[in-house]
């Protein structure tokens, strides 16, 4: 679902700010043929995003970082996803003011909905780990 409403193919780069695990972006990586950049400052779950892009043998596809975002990247992101939910207000708006132009956003931060857009035709049901009452994202072209 991902992949079709982004519209992602083997030319995109998906920036994941928040990462995590690494297990989403991963997947999407392999699925979609894409490349991929992951932002993860919390040091457990980055070598646990490190292990899954090595077990795939992912390291020509994969970009880690362990920093907050915004971060020197390598690879310059075509899209963005922010699991962004618990994000401050001062941090979210940080963090989407750093990305870079021409780049389309999916994201479940009502903070940042009313900060950056509010198109009401724009929600994108998709199913996560870490949401209990549904997730609810969506996507915005900056």
Not at 42 to 49: G, M
Not at 52 to 66: A, I, S
Not at 93 to 104: E, F, G
Request: with cysteine.
């Amino acid at each position: 679902k991902i992949i079709d409403v982004l519209g992602l193919d083997k030319n995109s780069v998906v920036l994941d700010v928040g990462v995590g695990k690494g297990t989403f972006l991963t997947k999407l990586i392999m699925k979609a043929g894409c490349k991929g950049i992951g932002v993860e400052p919390i040091l457990e779950r980055y070598q646990q995003a490190v292990s899954l892009m090595k077990k795939y043998n992912l390291e020509d596809k994969l970009e880690l970082q362990r920093a907050h975002y915004p971060c020197k990247l390598i690879l310059k992101p075509t899209h963005v996803i922010l699991h962004a939910c618990a994000f401050s207000e001062k941090n979210i708006k940080d963090v989407y003011n750093a990305l870079p132009r021409n780049v389309k956003i999916l994201h479940n931060s009502l903070k940042l909905k009313r900060y950056a857009h509010n198109d009401k035709n724009n929600q994108v049901d998709v199913k996560t780990t870490y949401t209990k009452n549904g997730s609810k994202f969506w996507l915005h072209e900056k």
